[in-house]
């Protein structure tokens, strides 16, 4: 049973298009979250949800916009794809938004032409 | 900034052996620490954390020590197994702003060799 699960996995796309990853977790958590892992190999964080709420947005362009429609799912959705945005992103979930362990689903590799 | 950091970008040792991963830290705010272990075409797994009131944390063959003076922690890998290579990071949160922010190192590649 995958416990955080991405769809999809690979993502190739041309510049301006809008696209969408999602994200769902059957672990019961509260807290999910989005990363995005550059070229560099650089795992950083995007957003977080508690409880649909969201709880954590980093220096992120508005062209990334999450949306939680329930404690299970996380959504990201990408406005007018950049070659910039091209990264590996990954989705991941906690029991709370404090002290615990996150676990994150495959990863979401996009590729913009 | 980088509040995390892994300055060995490899490391390679024999099989039996010990490995010893290390990572330096910044922010004094942060008070929760954590190793994730991560395969090619993976999502990171949690490996093991360590809380600041804590120096130190074993699980297996894992072992996390946290020097909060220095504002440095290693996980120790004892004895070292073939399947345990693969990108190690280590990753910090705190109080604040970083409540539930996971701030990675950029990861050391470990390589056992059989």
């Known amino acids: 049973d995958t416990a955080v699960s991405q769809t999809p996995k690979y993502l190739v796309t041309q510049m301006g298009n809008d696209k969408s990853i999602k994200c769902e977790q059957n672990l019961g958590h509260d807290t999910m979250y989005w990363y995005k892992q550059d070229s560099k190999k650089f795992l950083k964080i995007m957003f977080s949800y508690n409880n649909k709420e969201l709880i954590i947005n980093e220096t992120v362009p508005n062209r990334f916009s999450p949306k939680s429609p329930d404690k299970a799912h996380l959504n990201l959705h990408i406005n007018s794809l950049e070659l910039g945005d091209s990264a590996v992103y990954f989705c991941?979930?906690?029991?709370?938004?404090?002290?615990?362990?996150?676990?994150f689903g495959p990863g979401t590799r996009l590729t913009v032409l | 900034d980088q509040q995390v950091k892994q300055n060995s970008p490899s490391l390679s040792v024999q099989e039996g052996r010990i490995s010893i991963l290390n990572c330096d830290y910044t922010n004094s705010m942060f008070d929760y620490f954590l190793w994730y272990k991560k395969y090619p075409a993976e999502g990171p797994t949690f490996l093991i954390s360590i809380s600041s009131i804590k120096d130190k944390n074993e699980d297996g063959r894992f072992t996390v020590f946290l020097n909060k003076s220095a504002k440095h922690l290693s996980l120790h890998i004892v004895p070292s197994q073939p399947g345990d290579s693969a990108v190690y990071f280590c990753?910090?949160?705190?109080?604040?702003?970083?409540?539930?922010?996971?701030?990675f190192g950029q990861g050391t590649t470990l390589q056992v060799k059989p």
């Open positions: 990753a910090a949160s705190g109080k604040g702003g970083n409540t539930g922010k996971l701030i």
């Open positions: 991941a979930s906690s029991q709370d938004p404090g002290k615990s362990e996150q676990f």
